[in-house]
C-alpha cells in the first residue's frame, strides 16, 4: 500500500487549503486514516482522525476550523482546512491502518508529508 498525500501550500492567515490523501495497492481495506502534523522544531502531532465507522477524533487546537472526510471508495482521505494561522504552520502527513483481505494483522503506513505555510 502506497499513500500520496498532496495539497499543501502556501497561504495568508484566515485562508484555506484542503488536503489529500490516496491510498493504492491491491487486495486491502482501510480501517482508519488520519492526518498528521509536524511543525518546525516540535514533534509531530496528531490533527485528525476518522475510523471505518465514520468516527472523528480532532486535535483542540483544529476544532471548529478543520474537517477531515473519507471516500471510502477511492480510498482517500481529506483535510479541509479553514481560518489557518501561523501556528498552523508545519508539514502535514496522513496516515493510513488497513490489513490485507483474509488476514488480522494491522498494517501502519505513512504519506510523504506536505508541506502547509501560513504567512503573510
Known amino acids: 500500500v502506497q499513500l500520496q498525500a498532496s495539497g499543501g501550500g502556501l497561504v495568508q492567515p484566515g485562508g484555506s487549503l484542503r488536503l489529500s490523501c490516496a491510498a493504492s495497492?491491491?487486495?486491502?481495506?482501510?480501517?482508519?486514516m488520519a492526518w498528521y502534523r509536524q511543525p518546525p522544531g516540535k514533534q509531530r502531532e496528531l490533527v485528525a482522525s476518522?475510523?471505518?465507522?465514520?468516527?472523528?477524533d480532532y486535535a483542540d487546537s483544529v476544532k471548529g476550523r478543520f474537517t477531515i472526510s473519507r471516500d471510502n471508495a477511492k480510498n482517500t482521505v481529506f483535510l479541509q482546512m479553514n481560518s489557518l494561522e501561523p501556528e498552523d504552520t508545519a508539514v502535514y502527513y496522513c496516515?493510513?491502518?488497513?490489513?490485507?483481505?483474509?488476514?488480522?494483522?494491522?498494517?501502519?503506513?505513512w504519506g510523504q508529508g506536505t508541506q502547509v505555510t501560513v504567512s503573510s
Open positions: 495497492g491491491s487486495s486491502f481495506s482501510i480501517i482508519a
Open positions: 496516515n493510513a491502518q488497513y490489513r490485507y483481505y483474509g488476514a488480522s494483522y494491522v498494517y501502519t503506513k
Open positions: 476518522i475510523g471505518g465507522g465514520g468516527s472523528i
